[in-house]
């Protein structure tokens, strides 16, 4: 048997700790393949869309790359730490360090290319299936199929030189070891986890540190966001390096919680596996957090769109910069809408543009009578009398404005007055319609808007803005429309078309298209929808293969613990509870964890970037994960269980 022969055996004796590991390597070098494959792909030049989502796989392919590269570095250490008692026996019968390097690098070269091998050939496989879906989910045109030689080239060298580089560098694991280390392998007596108070109450400060950082107000800002990150990660590291040691320490102190069954086993035990895990946990809670927080955006600012789109009545809104103009633009978009049978009506409002409180507060602000007109061609409600000083308002959902309407006043800020208006907050007795996709909506007497019409001078005339507002009856449904229907077809038509006007100097007046709008965000959130959904995959089968690796690892010890408590009494029943307990703790706090942190930090920022209500995102993000994380608990709880059953008297 020659020494490749030795490397090849020692990987197939060894196949049950090494699947997981070749299963997740040959997933990411699967997904990395299809997006080289698409990224490469003949067809891609020819489409704007199909440009802008190769720059966003591009992007992909860059955090797959540096994320595979932690999960190798992570993986391969992870091993060898398993099998230093192995590589002591092999020291004592003459084997060299050098010997013992080149059998490592022989072994994870083996599981790379094994890996890479794997990983095209599925890809190859659901290449056809990859294509269709990136087009349905993006909405370019069809893309063929095409034998992707040079993706194939790109991915097998990336990852050969990944798996190569790697090995060697943490070959460097050997020469910090004497024979006797390895020989006592994961055997040696464990010391009592110890915390520090002080470490411990400076993660709760850093983690309280992060959530003040994010509240903001005015001052939030890209710095404020980085050094929430910051403390909000360092907070989490300590959490698991000491807070959680410090509860479980706290929670040994009462017996009668204690002493009861089998919580003495696993609670001592569990006081262990998360000192000694506490970073493979914070690795797995920060990996899962940020595709948690990725994936909440993406369906928070889904439903936002869906809102935006369904609080704006009118189909088009062109907006009045110059008087000359007006004319023959109204008689094209008129030709335009009635070359396509479009029946519709038209009403002109003026309004000023203003903010409650901060900047990020934008509203439209009309006069009673200026909103009334729009209430009666929607058949909608009027508005009752407002008084001087009095208003009516109506904010977004999740918009920065929502927060200033809770009280009896509210601040209306226009850049046409030195101090902002202190008005009287009426409740709305009449639910107000949106004025337009992005706004929301104060309403004056007309008496408070007529004089601040007349407060106007010649230069800051064009501060109030003439806007028509095009209904159009038979666009009025319920739910957002497919990329197919007639509004987004011919709102797109009808916005370049003026775009066109614009550059082409025949106006200066501004259209916008509701459909349009909704399309092209829809459009932009696909692309990242379709990106990060892979990305988030790989961070789940990521943290989940950690978790396997690290439980491995630990096997040995279990075995020798479990067999020592059955010849005392310790039944199955009781070994698979305790042992099953924990191995849920492990993988179902990161979850949890991530969660929360999630669910803080968008609710913290949702306002500031509109996206709206983002509880029901979050916990569908979270609850994927969730399932995920259950999926992979099921297969290994069983593998594990059935290990510590055999070692059972």
């Given at each position: 048997?020659?020494?490749?022969?030795?490397?090849?055996?020692?990987?197939?004796?060894?196949?049950?700790?090494?699947?997981?590991?070749?299963?997740?390597?040959?997933?990411?070098?699967?997904?990395?393949?299809?997006?080289?494959?698409?990224?490469?792909?003949?067809?891609?030049?020819?489409?704007?869309?199909?440009?802008?989502?190769?720059?966003?796989?591009?992007?992909?392919?860059?955090?797959?790359?540096?994320?595979?590269?932690?999960?190798?570095?992570?993986?391969?250490?992870?091993?060898?730490?398993?099998?230093?008692?192995?590589?002591?026996?092999?020291?004592?019968?003459?084997?060299?360090?050098?010997?013992?390097?080149?059998?490592?690098?022989?072994?994870?070269?083996?599981?790379?290319?094994?890996?890479?091998?794997?990983?095209?050939?599925?890809?190859?496989?659901?290449?056809?299936?990859?294509?269709?879906?990136?087009?349905?989910?993006?909405?370019?045109?069809?893309?063929?199929?095409?034998?992707?030689?040079?993706?194939?080239?790109?991915?097998?060298?990336?990852?050969?030189?990944?798996?190569?580089?790697?090995?060697?560098?943490?070959?460097?694991?050997?020469?910090?070891?004497?024979?006797?280390?390895?020989?006592?392998?994961?055997?040696?007596?464990?010391?009592?986890?110890?915390?520090?108070?002080?470490?411990?109450?400076?993660?709760?400060?850093?983690?309280?540190?992060?959530?003040?950082?994010?509240?903001?107000?005015e001052g939030l800002d890209f710095p404020k966001v980085m050094m929430a990150a910051a403390t909000g990660i360092w907070g989490t590291y300590f959490f698991y390096t000491q807070v959680t040691v410090a509860l479980i320490r706290l929670l040994r102190r009462s017996r009668r919680l204690l002493w009861r069954g089998t919580r003495l086993l696993w609670v001592s035990e569990m006081a262990y596996?998360?000192?000694?895990?506490?970073?493979?946990?914070?690795?797995?809670?920060?990996?899962?957090?940020?595709?948690?927080?990725?994936?909440?955006?993406?369906?928070?600012?889904?439903?936002?769109?869906?809102?935006?789109?369904?609080?704006?009545?009118?189909?088009?809104?062109?907006?009045?910069?110059?008087?000359?103009?007006?004319?023959?633009?109204?008689?094209?978009?008129?030709?335009?809408?009635?070359?396509?049978?479009?029946?519709?009506?038209?009403?002109?409002?003026?309004?000023?543009?203003?903010?409650?409180?901060?900047?990020?507060?934008?509203?439209?602000?009309?006069?009673?009578?200026?909103?009334?007109?729009?209430?009666?061609?929607?058949?909608?409600?009027?508005?009752?009398?407002?008084?001087?000083?009095?208003?009516?308002?109506?904010?977004?959902?999740?918009?920065?404005?929502?927060?200033?309407?809770?009280?009896?006043?509210?601040?209306?800020?226009?850049?046409?007055?030195?101090?902002?208006?202190?008005?009287?907050?009426?409740?709305?007795?009449?639910?107000?319609?949106?004025?337009?996709?992005?706004?929301?909506?104060?309403?004056?007497?007309?008496?408070?808007?007529?004089?601040?019409?007349?407060?106007?001078?010649?230069?800051?005339?064009?501060?109030?803005?003439?806007?028509?507002?095009?209904?159009?009856?038979?666009?009025?449904?319920?739910?957002?429309?497919?990329?197919?229907?007639?509004?987004?077809?011919?709102?797109?038509?009808?916005?370049?078309?003026?775009?066109?006007?614009?550059?082409?100097?025949?106006?200066?007046?501004?259209?916008?298209?509701?459909?349009?709008?909704?399309?092209?965000?829809?459009?932009?959130?696909?692309?990242?929808?379709?990106?990060?959904?892979?990305?988030?995959?790989?961070?789940?089968?990521?943290?989940?293969?950690?978790?396997?690796?690290?439980?491995?690892?630990?096997?040995?010890?279990?075995?020798?613990?479990?067999?020592?408590?059955?010849?005392?009494?310790?039944?199955?029943?009781?070994?698979?509870?305790?042992?099953?307990?924990?191995?849920?703790?492990?993988?179902?706090?990161?979850?949890?964890?991530?969660?929360?942190?999630?669910?803080?930090?968008?609710?913290?920022?949702?306002?500031?970037?509109?996206?709206?209500?983002?509880?029901?995102?979050?916990?569908?993000?979270?609850?994927?994960?969730?399932?995920?994380?259950?999926?992979?608990?099921?297969?290994?709880?069983?593998?594990?269980?059935?290990?510590?059953?055999?070692?059972?008297?």
């Amino acid at each position: 048997m020659n020494f490749l022969q030795f490397a090849f055996n020692n990987v197939r004796r060894n196949a049950r700790a090494y699947f997981a590991y070749f299963l997740s390597s040959a997933f990411m070098v699967m997904i990395f393949f299809t997006y080289a494959m698409f990224i490469f792909h003949p067809g891609i030049a020819q489409s704007e869309m199909g440009r802008m989502t190769s720059i966003g796989m591009e992007v992909a392919e860059y955090i797959i790359f540096v994320f595979s590269i932690l999960f190798v570095l992570f993986s391969i250490g992870s091993f060898l730490k398993a099998r230093s008692k192995e590589f002591g026996v092999l020291s004592l019968l003459g084997a060299t360090t050098g010997s013992i390097n080149r059998l490592v690098f022989l072994e994870n070269l083996i599981i790379g290319i094994g890996s890479i091998v794997a990983g095209l050939a599925g890809g190859l496989l659901l290449s056809k299936l990859f294509l269709l879906l990136s087009v349905k989910v993006t909405g370019m045109n069809r893309l063929p199929f095409y034998m992707p030689w040079k993706a194939m080239g790109f991915t097998a060298i990336a990852f050969l030189v990944l798996f190569a580089v790697l090995s060697v560098f943490t070959l460097v694991f050997f020469r910090k070891n004497q024979v006797i280390e390895l020989l006592g392998g994961s055997s040696k007596p464990k010391t009592e986890p110890r915390v520090s108070w002080v470490l411990a109450l400076l993660g709760v400060a850093l983690l309280a540190s992060a959530v003040l950082l994010l509240k903001g107000g005015e001052g939030l800002d890209f710095p404020k966001v980085m050094m929430a990150a910051a403390t909000g990660i360092w907070g989490t590291y300590f959490f698991y390096t000491q807070v959680t040691v410090a509860l479980i320490r706290l929670l040994r102190r009462s017996r009668r919680l204690l002493w009861r069954g089998t919580r003495l086993l696993w609670v001592s035990e569990m006081a262990y596996k998360i000192k000694d895990n506490a970073r493979m946990l914070f690795m797995v809670t920060v990996a899962i957090s940020l595709a948690c927080m990725s994936v909440g955006v993406i369906l928070a600012a889904q439903a936002q769109n869906e809102r935006i789109y369904e609080g704006d009545p009118f189909a088009f809104s062109y907006g009045i910069y110059e008087e000359e103009f007006v004319e023959a633009d109204v008689a094209w978009i008129d030709q335009q809408l009635s070359e396509q049978g479009i029946r519709y009506e038209t009403i002109e409002q003026e309004s000023f543009s203003g903010y409650l409180g901060t900047m990020e507060s934008y509203v439209k602000v009309y006069s009673r009578s200026e909103y009334n007109k729009a209430a009666a061609l929607l058949g909608k409600e009027m508005l009752p009398e407002i008084g001087k000083g009095q208003s009516v308002a109506h904010a977004m959902e999740g918009s920065a404005a929502e927060r200033m309407l809770k009280g009896k006043t509210i601040p209306l800020t226009l850049s046409i007055l030195g101090e902002p208006m202190e008005l009287e907050l009426l409740p709305n007795e009449v639910p107000l319609i949106g004025s337009n996709s992005y706004t929301s909506v104060v309403v004056l007497s007309d008496a408070d808007f007529t004089e601040l019409k007349n407060g106007l001078t010649e230069e800051n005339q064009n501060r109030l803005y003439r806007d028509i507002e095009i209904y159009v009856p038979s666009w009025q449904h319920k739910g957002a429309p497919r990329l197919q229907d007639p509004e987004i077809v011919i709102g797109k038509r009808l916005f370049h078309g003026m775009m066109n006007r614009l550059e082409n100097k025949v106006t200066d007046n501004y259209m916008s298209s509701r459909g349009r709008s909704y399309a092209e965000t829809r459009e932009q959130l696909s692309m990242l929808s379709f990106v990060g959904i892979f990305i988030a995959a790989i961070f789940s089968v990521s943290s989940a293969s950690f978790l396997y690796f690290k439980l491995y690892s630990e096997l040995n010890q279990d075995r020798r613990m479990y067999h020592s408590l059955s010849k005392i009494g310790l039944g199955d029943r009781e070994m698979r509870y305790s042992s099953s307990l924990q191995i849920a703790l492990l993988f179902f706090i990161p979850v949890v964890i991530s969660g929360i942190q999630t669910m803080v930090v968008l609710s913290l920022l949702g306002a500031r970037f509109l996206l709206g209500d983002v509880t029901v995102p979050v916990l569908t993000a979270t609850g994927a994960f969730l399932a995920a994380q259950l999926l992979y608990y099921v297969v290994v709880r069983s593998r594990y269980v059935v290990q510590l059953k055999r070692v059972m008297v």
